[in-house]
C-alpha cells in the first residue's frame, strides 16, 4: 500500500493538470495520447522513478522538430536500463506505434488468398 503511495500522488498531480493548466494552455499535443497521460499511464505501469524518465522523453520529444503521431507506452523497458543511467529508461527518438493490420497481413507469410478473383474474399 505504501509502495503505491508515489504512484497515487503523481496521478493525482497529472490529472489536476489536465483538469486545469492544459484546460488554458489548450491540447496541442503532437502524440496520441497526449504527453500527460502518456505521463500517467508509462508511471502507473513502471513506477515513478522509471516512468517519470520515460514521461520525460516523451515530452522532450514533443516540440514542433521532434516527433508526432501514434506513440504509445512500452510494456518493455530497455535491458541496457539501471537505476543510476535513468535517461536509458526513456526513447529519445521516434515513437513507438502499433503496426497497422494491413501492413502485417500483407507481410504475413502465410497468408494466402482464397480461391476465386485474388480478393481474399471467398464467393457464396
Known amino acids: 500500500m505504501v509502495a503505491r503511495l508515489p504512484r497515487r500522488a503523481a496521478h493525482g498531480l497529472i490529472r489536476g493538470y489536465q483538469l486545469s493548466l492544459s484546460l488554458l494552455v489548450g491540447r496541442h499535443c503532437r502524440h496520441w495520447p497526449s504527453c500527460s497521460a502518456y505521463t500517467d499511464e508509462a508511471i502507473q505501469r513502471h513506477g515513478l522513478w522509471r516512468g517519470g524518465w520515460v514521461g520525460f522523453a516523451r515530452i522532450c520529444r514533443c ?12 510494456e518493455e523497458l530497455p ?30 507469410s ?7 478473383d485474388g480478393s481474399g474474399t471467398p464467393h457464396p
Open 110 to 116: 502465410d497468408a494466402q488468398p482464397a480461391a476465386g
Open 79 to 108: 535491458p541496457d536500463a539501471t537505476w543510476y543511467r535513468p535517461w536509458s529508461y526513456g526513447r529519445w527518438r521516434g515513437v513507438n506505434a502499433p503496426p497497422s493490420e494491413g501492413v502485417t497481413a500483407a507481410f504475413d
Open 63 to 74: 516540440n514542433p522538430y521532434g516527433t508526432s503521431g501514434i506513440d504509445l507506452v512500452c
